[in-house]
């Protein structure tokens, strides 16, 4: 248990009215609010207002979980029992905001990235990490979330042609905001400073080396995070960041680091979240619900043939229409598989 003396304000953080509100809802004897600020195998970290702590879930939180959702993740607030020698989360607040991925299988599983986000920033760098394709699936699954996102490109300071690289991003943006950024510019810490104000709740993802950890150096005016070249020193891998934590800036606002990610899958069945100007074409299209492949009439085909947007993002949206189709199969089946699991678990509790 790590512990502090003092009171800690927990409006610093983010715990706002809505919060509040809740916590006096779903108050029982002896619980207190807590914010989940980091997770490992065994233990959450939670700061509260008698300060931080190591907690294990309740056995009712475990009994009623079928998805890993149904689990605390770094940002929620939870209502916890704070005893000298063992701390328990006994409930999750209703979240304001999650972003999910989907972990892949044939069993398909909701996993919460980060809960209770005001804004995500998109990282990729301008270096051989650049990947459009890999940019498009982040921007779908943080478009469905719903939650306020930025695009950052970094490194801008070893790249040759900045300018053409974002306009190529530019073009599958959509409405989105887009930098070119060095993280080791100041005006960059000024950037960032302009989204994380106190109160708000921040998190950086993207795949692994593309200076996340670097940036939340930055805005931090500190270095607080480890970051890949000291790792690879130490040869720790590639991965730098191991695992999701939320940090309060001296400046006021949090930041979430997460670690790379090699892959990202929606877990909502969506269609066109993150394809916002193929879905404003589509509206001239013949068919209302035509799939811009063989249909005659087809505004969106047109737009590829007048180099209004390209091929691939057209091959883009139809991937992502397949495999949200494929989702919406599996869904149904795999609750009931996991449904099943969940009883047989819990009767081998009850018998043992
Ligand atoms: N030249 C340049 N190097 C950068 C920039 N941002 C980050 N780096 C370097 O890129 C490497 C990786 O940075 P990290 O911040 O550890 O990357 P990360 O995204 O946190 O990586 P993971 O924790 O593995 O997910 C480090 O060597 C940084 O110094 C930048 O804007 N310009
Ligand atoms: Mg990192
Ligand atoms: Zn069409």
């Known amino acids: 248990m790590i512990s502090e003396a003092i009171k800690i304000n927990l409006e610093k953080w983010g715990f706002d009215s809505y919060f509040k509100d809740l916590a006096d809802k779903n108050q029982e004897s002896g619980l207190i609010p807590a914010r989940v600020i980091g997770h490992n195998r065994h ?13 294990k879930t309740s056995g009712s939180i475990r009994y009623n979980s079928v998805l890993k959702s149904d689990l605390p993740a770094v940002g929620d607030w939870v209502m916890v029992s704070i005893r000298r ?35 995500v920033f998109i990282v990729m760098s301008l270096d051989a990490n650049f990947n459009l394709k890999r940019l498009q699936r982040y921007i779908s699954v943080v478009s469905s979330s719903g939650i306020k996102h930025v695009i950052l490109l970094t490194k801008s300071d070893v790249c040759e042609n900045t300018d ?22 100041q005006n960059t810490e000024k950037l960032l400073k302009t989204f994380v104000k106190p109160g ?6 993207g795949s692994s080396g593309v200076g996340k950890s670097t940036l939340i150096n930055t805005i ?29 800036l001296d400046s006021g606002g949090m930041v979430i680091d997460t ?3 090699r892959e990202i899958q929606n877990w909502q069945e969506e269609d066109s979240k993150g394809f916002e100007i193929i879905e ?35 091959e883009m949206w139809r991937k992502q229409l397949a495999e949200s189709e494929e989702l919406k199969r599996k869904k149904a089946f795999s609750l009931k598989i996991l449904e099943t699991k969940k009883s047989k678990r819990n009767k081998s509790r009850d018998v043992s």
């Open 200 to 205: 708000i709740t921040a998190v950086f993802i």
């Open 164 to 185: 053409e690289l974002f306009e190529e991003v530019r073009k599958i943006a959509g409405d989105k905001e887009v930098f070119a950024v060095s993280s080791f510019d």
């Open 280 to 314: 404003e074409l589509s509206h001239k299209c013949r068919f209302f619900d035509c799939r811009h492949d063989t249909e005659p009439d087809c505004a969106v085909k047109e737009a590829v043939g007048n180099g209004i947007i390209s091929a691939e993002l057209l």
């Open 259 to 261: 670690p790379g990610m």
């Open 85 to 119: 020698d063992k701390s328990y989360i006994c409930s999750i607040l209703p979240r304001k905001s999650r972003i999910s991925r989907r972990c892949s299988g044939n069993i398909v599983n909701e996993q919460i990235l980060s809960a209770n986000v005001d804004i």
């Open 220 to 248: 931090s005016g500190s270095n607080i995070r480890v970051t890949g070249e000291i790792s690879t020193a130490v040869n720790k891998g590639r991965h730098t960041t191991s695992a999701r934590e939320l940090i309060l």
């Open 43 to 55: 233990f959450y970290d939670i700061v509260c207002e008698k300060g931080f702590f190591s907690a």
